[in-house]
């Protein structure tokens, strides 16, 4: 009997010492509310820290362990979706633009901001597509691959036209929001409305001044730490950088419309702020020559050669002797015209 009874017995041993191998002492519990709270915020924390300094795989990595465990983290998604747009790649804007149209409406202008920039983004990208096609670098598997072509247009222009009205939106609400205005110069351009994107270009330019100064004081106090004083100086040249190359929008907005004399003003003051700038005198020498004053313009075209470190076969280093010789023969012409004028 007692073998029996050890042998009834075995199963229910085993199941308890199952029971006692599946409770692991060393598993850690389930975090509280409170305490994932507190992972959630450090992951977010972290993630927008590698954001600002530009290590784009790190932060998306930070975010997608903290919506592990909140997937409604609407701060979180906002970096998420910010990581994805700098980073750039097609599929990256297709994911952002996702989630910036989740949060659209979570009460935080910037995800507004941020579709819009997407949809820019979006919108080159189809453009570029259709220019492939037309152009034969890219083969199409449609059966007509010009009326592809046409396709990715329009879906061009429908997405350019949505980013258009985001971004009119956050001005509406924040206009003296940099980055908004800056973008709604850029879409207004590439929709072909230059009025419009060059009244934007002056309105920014009137804003970065002043900002682009208040930073500057910020560098003259005493005794700032050397982390302030880097923070400063990376303000600064962002803002020199913007206001730079607003000034340079809007002279090429001015001198496509043959208003040349306010493209000059524009032209000077970019060189104002960056005088080392090799193309700015390139630039400048094309308005020149379109106000006819060719002597000035060779004169800054070799501005131009000497400051830029192009080799010589450079597209650009070709545009600018080739700019140069037509100011020389304008030259030679007038002054062959005046000879015979004399003559006369």
């Known amino acids: 009997m007692t073998p029996f009874r050890t042998l009834r017995a075995l199963p229910l041993v085993l199941l308890l010492a199952a029971g006692c191998a599946s409770d692991d002492p060393n598993k850690e519990p389930p975090l509280t509310a409170e305490q994932k709270a507190r992972v959630v915020d450090r ?35 906002m970096i998420r979706g910010w990581t994805l747009q700098k980073r750039g790649k097609t599929q990256d804007i297709l994911v952002a633009e996702r989630i910036f149209r989740e949060i659209k409406d979570e009460g935080d202008y910037r995800a507004t901001l941020g579709l819009a920039e997407c949809l820019e983004r979006k919108g080159l990208a189809f453009d570029e597509a259709s220019e492939a096609i037309q152009s034969g670098k890219r083969v199409s598997e449609a059966p007509d691959p010009s009326v592809r072509s046409h396709q990715l247009i329009s879906e061009r222009d429908r997405a350019w036209k949505e980013s258009s009205e985001h971004y009119a ?40 001044g002043p900002t682009r100064e208040f930073w500057e004081k910020r560098m003259l106090r005493p005794e700032i730490s050397a982390k302030d004083e880097k923070l400063y100086r990376e303000r600064i040249d962002h803002f020199k950088a ?20 306010a493209a000059l003003q524009h032209v000077e003051a970019a060189i104002a702020i960056e005088p080392e700038r090799a193309e700015l005198y390139g630039r400048r020498a094309e308005v020149e020559k379109s106000l006819g004053r060719n002597e000035q313009a060779i004169a800054d075209i070799d501005q131009y050669l000497h400051r830029s470190t192009q080799t010589y076969d450079h597209p650009d280093v070709k545009r600018a002797y080739r700019l140069r010789k037509e100011c020389e023969d304008a030259l030679r012409s007038a002054a062959a015209g005046g000879s015979s004028g004399e003559a006369h």
Do not use: F, W
């Open 43 to 77: 992951y977010t924390e972290t993630a927008q820290q590698y954001l600002m300094m530009g290590e784009l795989d790190r932060a998306e990595g930070q975010t997608l362990k903290a919506l592990e465990l909140d997937p409604k983290n609407v701060k979180c998604k």
């Open 169 to 208: 939106a956050v001005i509406k609400d924040h206009p003296d929001d940099v980055d908004a205005r800056n973008g709604s110069m850029r879409i207004e351009a590439l929709l072909g409305n230059d009025a419009a994107s060059l009244d934007h270009a002056e309105k920014l330019i009137a804003q970065i």
């Open 242 to 261: 913007l206001e730079r190359a607003t000034h340079v929008h809007a002279a090429m907005l001015l001198h496509k419309m043959s208003r040349d004399e």
